[in-house]
Nanobody
Framework: QVQPVESGGGSVQAGGSLRLSCAAS????????IGWFRQAPGKEHEGVAA????????VYADSVKGRFTISRDNAKNMVYLQMNSLKPEDTAMYSC??????????????????WGQGTQVTVSS
């Protein structure tokens, strides 16, 4: 499917961990850029992390550096977001987005054309 599909959200206490998965396939190029974004109620979309599935280059928002890790499994057409040391302010709807080549590895949502429906992450204090 061209539209990414997220899974793995849920509720966790502060300090806990979750791993989100993004299934993204069906694109016309062998590699794509995949970005994870989040939106909390009443707030703007925030780019969290992105990865180029070809070379593996990554980029992170300052707010998650050292706590979140984005990775890919090209054999399975999957991208993962490992989230550790979660904080209540990480609570949001998390979506993954894809952009075929040529793509810019960026956290700007305008650079991505294919979006999933999202998965909710709730972190309680």
């Amino acid at each position: 499917q061209v539209q990414p599909v997220e899974s793995g959200g849920g509720s966790v206490q502060a300090g806990g961990s979750l791993r989100l998965s993004c299934a993204a396939s069906g694109y016309t190029t062998p590699s794509v850029c995949i970005g994870w974004f989040r939106q909390a109620p009443g707030k703007e979309h925030e780019g969290v992390a992105a990865i180029h599935t070809g070379g593996g280059a990554t980029v992170y928002a300052d707010s998650v550096k050292g706590r979140f890790t984005i990775s890919r499994d090209n054999a399975k057409n999957m991208v993962y977001l490992q989230m550790n040391s979660l904080k209540p302010e990480d609570t949001a709807m998390y979506s993954c987005a894809a952009e075929p080549l040529p793509c810019i590895l960026t956290l700007r949502k305008s650079e991505y054309n294919y979006w999933g429906q999202g998965t909710q992450v709730t972190v309680s204090s």
